[in-house]
Every structure is written in structure tokens, then in C-alpha cells.
């Protein structure tokens, strides 16, 4: 499976950005798929997941109400729509892959297999 992240950009606070996550690989769209975000200087950390079906969803308390994460498993396309943006979700965004087949999501780095390459989201203040 390889995942290739767009949609990254420079915008003001308050403004909004689409990052897409494409996947190649004929089972991509059977994986749970999450979003991670690393910021200068920090620790990567979770950002938004989404089941393979859709139905499942689970967002970091930071990003709860502004960012929604959504799929369209006929294009294997994962979107993370980002709202109300702040200058604090500066970060290199990336799109990783869960590779077991099952229904829930997962929040932890160690249960997607599969990573994109990143997309920088600058927010200025």
C-alpha cells in the first residue's frame, strides 16, 4: 500500500484546508485509515481515524469540533476537513494505514503499518 498526502498550504487563522490521503493497493479501502501531525520540535502525534467503513470515527480532544475526517472508498481517498484552524495545528501532516481487517480505529502510532510522505499545514496568526 502506498499512501500520497496533498492538500497541506499555508492559511490564516481561522481559515480552512482539505488534505487528501490517496491509496494505492487493491485492499486499501478495507484499511482503517488515521491522520498524525508532528510540529517542530514535538512528537508526532494522532490527529483523527476513521474505520474502513466509515462508521467509526475518533478525533484527538485538540482538533474535536474543528476537523472532520471522512473516506470515499470507490476513489480509496481518505479527507481530513480542517476548520477554524489555529496557528497551534502548524505541523507536517500524514495519513497512515491500519492493515487489520476489523471494524473499530485505532489513536496509536503502532497500529498503522503504512505511512504517506506528509503535507505541511502552516497556520500564521
Known amino acids: 500500500v502506498q499512501l500520497q498526502a496533498s492538500g497541506g498550504g499555508l492559511v490564516q487563522a481561522g481559515g480552512s484546508l482539505r488534505l487528501s490521503c490517496a491509496a494505492s493497493g487493491r485492499t486499501a479501502s478495507r484499511y482503517a485509515m488515521g491522520w498524525f501531525r508532528q510540529a517542530p520540535g514535538k512528537e508526532r502525534e494522532f490527529v483523527a481515524a476513521i474505520s474502513w467503513s466509515g462508521t467509526s470515527t475518533y478525533y484527538a480532544d485538540s482538533v474535536k469540533g474543528r476537523f472532520t475526517i471522512s473516506r470515499d472508498n470507490a476513489r480509496s481517498t481518505v479527507y481530513l476537513q480542517m476548520n477554524s484552524l489555529k496557528p497551534e495545528d502548524t505541523a507536517v501532516y500524514y495519513c497512515?494505514?491500519?492493515?487489520?481487517?476489523?471494524?473499530?480505529?485505532?489513536?496509536?502510532?503502532?497500529?498503522?503499518?503504512?505511512w504517506g510522505q506528509g503535507t505541511l499545514v502552516t497556520v500564521s496568526s
Open positions: 497512515a494505514a491500519d492493515p487489520r481487517y476489523y471494524s473499530g480505529v485505532s489513536y496509536s502510532e503502532s497500529s498503522y503499518s503504512y
